[in-house]
């Protein structure tokens, strides 16, 4: 009997040795449309996944022609493959943490809506991607209610200056105040957290602000950047977002604490800002002035090997 015990628990030690040494690495899907140069949606949104830790996996809702310079096409696969493809991820994986970027019409939003109702996640994070930096519409003028109405089914929203405005169906704001006011009606209607990002507001502090469906609100400074190497933060932002979210969750921590998403934020926006830094290191495009490049989104990994 004394060796049966011994034996169970150096077993018992063993499994909590490997746990400590094994990092939890959560598992989180990205939901968005597609970018061939790979400086936005999915593209983005895997590499931003694995810079955060986690383990991306993605479904493309969109296929978008698009470059640094301009969106030039977008073709939408039949809604049924879109289901088709979420029951094969579900039917075999456990998600920890859902990244939603781009859906790009009514029949997207619903066929999404539908399938969480039915498949709940830990964590769900939106991207509302509605226009482009180049000023392209990627979301149909139809289903701009559709997506109102799709906020009150995630746990996390990430809009643009310009995205907010067009949800609270409000004008554009001006700065940070005004954008939070916007951002603490959102959320208290729809009990979901709010990222007020000051990436489109003019001044040197362009961080973010999470705003929680109880008014409270803390604010991430981040110093700009003067760098025409912004493509795809929005979805780079949201997938790291979601990612160390996914982690904290799996460590145990509770979504409604606030500091669960502020810790979650802090990491992604100086991660973020990083990788804009090191963006020109990629030489990708050759828009010039045109154009916005891609961040660099392994560049702590690259430091790490140096």
Known sequence: MTLVSSKQNDLQHTQSLSQQSNPIIPRVLSVAGTDPTGGAGIQADLKSIMAAGGYGMCIPTNLVAQNTCEVREVFTPPVSFFRTQLSCVYDDVTVDALKIGMLGCTEYIEAMRDWMRDNPVPVSVLDPVMISTSGKR???ASAEN???NFISCVDVVTPNVPELAALCESSVAENFEEACNQARKLA???SVVVIVKGGHLTGEDVGNTAVFPDGYASH???ERVETSTTHGTGCSLSSALATKIGLALREGKNLSDH???LRALEWSTAWLRE??????ELHVGRGGERGHGPVNHSVRILQQTV
């Open 138 to 140: 990627l979301l149909e």
């Open 146 to 148: 559709a997506m109102r």
């Open 188 to 190: 208290a209607k729809n």
């Open 220 to 222: 991430v400074p981040s």
């Open 259 to 261: 500091d669960t998403v």
């Open 275 to 280: 990788a804009i830094a090191a963006g020109s």
